[in-house]
Structures are given as structure tokens and as C-alpha cells.
């Protein structure tokens, strides 16, 4: 039996609430940094051993990834680029606004045109989790990541319908919990912080 933990990362500095994307900088906020600091404390609270924490290389998920692993003890802290954000074309840089309104994003099916679909953004995800999963098998692994990407990958899990993707439980700083039995196999998913 393996456990692996995904968090998103906490909230970020964008005073002009653009749509981010993978632009580079945007680092935490004191309040994200506070935001994971808590979420870490929770987490090792429930007597969660963490061996292995993998993350996005993106500032906000490294500096995430920084806190949770000072809190929660973890050695071994490695940056996975398929864990990054979805790559979402034209619309990164541009007032998120614009995104919600303008894109498709709420629409049903949700449609948003840029070069990654959902199901490509869920499978790259779930490459790097399987990967950490047979590098690391003897531990639990907290995966630190975005929301988009991780909810996708999640989705899938649960064989949720794509659409319904900007409905998904994961706020900033939150923790959902995979179980994977002794043929890998799922056997539990949910939110636990």
C-alpha cells in the first residue's frame, strides 16, 4: 500500500490578477507561504511520514514545496516539469478575467483554445506521479502542483466529466490523498486538508 498527497500551492503575489500561466516569477504571498506552512502542519499532525516531495518547477509551487518540506522533515525534494501549469497559449499574461468570461473556461462542455488539452495536462500528471510512485515505493510522496493539472489528473481518477473541472474541490493550499493498493491499483481518493 502506497499513499500519495497532492497540494496546490498557496496564494500568490499578482496584484493585477492576470492570468499566469507559466509566465515566470509570481512568487508566494505571506499569505500563501502561511496558507502551506498550516496546511504541512495538518498534514504531519495526522501522523503522515513524507519520504519523497516532488513539485512543479514554477516559483510558487518551489517556494510551496520549500515550506511543506521544512515542516514535514522531507529530505528528498525533487522539481518535475510535467507537474507544471496548463499551458494555456494566448490567455497566460492576460487579465484572468478575460480568461473566465472570454474563453470558454465555464462553458459546458468547457472549451478554451490553446495548445494542451485536459486529457493531455491529466496524463503528463499522471507520468510523474506513477514515476515518483516506482522511484520512491516504500514511502509516501507529496506532490505539489497547480490546480488545473492536479484537479485534472484527479478528475480522471474519479471519472469525473471534463467540463466540470472549474468546480473541482481544490483551493489554494488544500491536500487530497491517493491510496494505491499492493497491485497499484486506486483504492481511495479524497481531500483531507
Do not use: C
Not at 31 to 56: D, F, N
Not at 143 to 163: C, D, N, T, Y
Amino acid at each position: 500500500m502506497q499513499t500519495v498527497y497532492l497540494m496546490r500551492h498557496g496564494e500568490v503575489e499578482n496584484p493585477h490578477d492576470i492570468w499566469y500561466g507559466n509566465l515566470k516569477g509570481f512568487p508566494l504571498s505571506a499569505a500563501g507561504r502561511e496558507q502551506i506552512k498550516k496546511a504541512a502542519e495538518k498534514l504531519k499532525a495526522t501522523g503522515v511520514y513524507v519520504t519523497t516531495l516532488v513539485h512543479s518547477p514554477r516559483l510558487r509551487t518551489t517556494q510551496s514545496a520549500e515550506v511543506a518540506a521544512h515542516v514535514l522533515d522531507v529530505g528528498d525534494v525533487v522539481a518535475d516539469d510535467r507537474l507544471r501549469e496548463w499551458h494555456t497559449g494566448s490567455w497566460e499574461g492576460r487579465p484572468t478575467k478575460d480568461l473566465y468570461e472570454k474563453s470558454g473556461y465555464f462553458g459546458t462542455p468547457m472549451r478554451i483554445p490553446g495548445p494542451e488539452t485536459l486529457e493531455d495536462m491529466s496524463a503528463r500528471v499522471r507520468e510523474a506521479v506513477d514515476q515518483a510512485r516506482r522511484k520512491h515505493p516504500d514511502g509516501d510522496i507529496l506532490i505539489v502542483g497547480h490546480r488545473e493539472p492536479l484537479a485534472s489528473f484527479m478528475m480522471a481518477l474519479l471519472k469525473q466529466k471534463w467540463e466540470k473541472i472549474h468546480d473541482f474541490d481544490l483551493p489554494r493550499a488544500a491536500v487530497w490523498k491517493i491510496v494505491y493498493d499492493d497491485k497499484s491499483r486506486v483504492s481511495g481518493v479524497q481531500r483531507v486538508i
